[in-house]
């Protein structure tokens, strides 16, 4: 597999603003993932997107994929401070192995 | 809901020491896989295991690294001879399939053993 490219590194906003983070690959995919990572803790899987589907959404999230542009965009609605924590893609090509990047770290103020 | 269980939840050794670290995956998941993470650094992957044996592994996972799956719940990753640079939290995950096109394959990890190597 390979590794994604999340954009940008460090995003600041507001409560109840929307957060828009971008994720970049190299070579085709079977699906991407996207996931979330406390501090200090455990990645959680948020949401998958398969390389046949373009839009997906799962409550206050939503992902998009362009496969002809090898990217990925996760957008937050609605932030909440309890979104602050950093956020990785993995495109995964079928390998036993989802590798990840250096993600986003977003904050969201109160 | 269940959930992947890491023990120890901090380990401390002193180097040139073994260390085994154990994970209990979600039941009926095929797929463990363990990850490291230095502080402040991104999450690295380590090796990935399916039917009894490793299916992919990083070059970081030398012959310093084993991973074994001692009996039908416990995923253990091995470390001989401990180094400083092995301090990390490290993780374990399973997933019930391996993410082809019509699998779903996403990763449950859990919340991580961090080991302290002095």
């Known amino acids: 597999s390979q590794q994604g490219e999340e954009d940008p590194q460090a995003l600041s906003i507001q409560e109840g603003e929307n957060a828009t983070m971008n994720c970049s690959y190299k070579?085709?995919?079977?699906?991407l993932q996207w996931y979330r990572q406390n501090s200090g803790r455990g990645l959680v899987h948020l949401i998958l997107?398969?390389?046949?589907?373009r839009e997906k959404h799962s409550g206050r999230l939503r992902v998009t994929l362009d496969t002809s542009k090898k990217s990925s965009s996760l957008l937050i609605t609605a932030s909440r401070a309890a979104d602050t924590a950093s956020y990785f893609c993995?495109?995964?090509?079928?390998?036993?192995?989802?590798?990840f990047g250096t993600g986003t770290r977003l904050k969201v103020l109160a | 809901e269940p959930e992947v269980t890491q023990t120890p939840s901090h380990q401390v050794t002193q180097m040139g020491q073994e260390v085994i670290l154990r994970c209990v995956p979600i039941s009926n998941h095929l797929y463990f896989y363990w990850y490291r993470q230095i502080l402040g650094q991104k999450v690295e992957f380590l090796v990935s295991?399916?039917?009894?044996?490793?299916?992919?592994k990083s070059e970081i996972f030398d012959d310093q690294f084993s991973v074994e799956r001692p009996d039908g719940s416990n995923f253990t990753l091995k470390i001989r001879s401990t180094k400083l640079e092995d301090s990390a939290m490290y993780f374990c995950?399973?997933?019930?399939?391996?993410?082809?096109?019509?699998?779903?394959?996403?990763?449950?990890f859990g919340e991580g053993s961090r080991l302290t190597v002095l």
């Open positions: 997107i398969r390389s046949n589907e």
């Open positions: 995950a399973s997933s019930l399939t391996g993410g082809g096109v019509a699998n779903t394959g996403e990763l449950f």
């Open positions: 070579t085709s995919i079977n699906n």
């Open positions: 993995a495109p995964h090509s079928g390998t036993y192995k989802y590798i």
């Open positions: 295991f399916y039917n009894n044996e490793i299916s992919e």
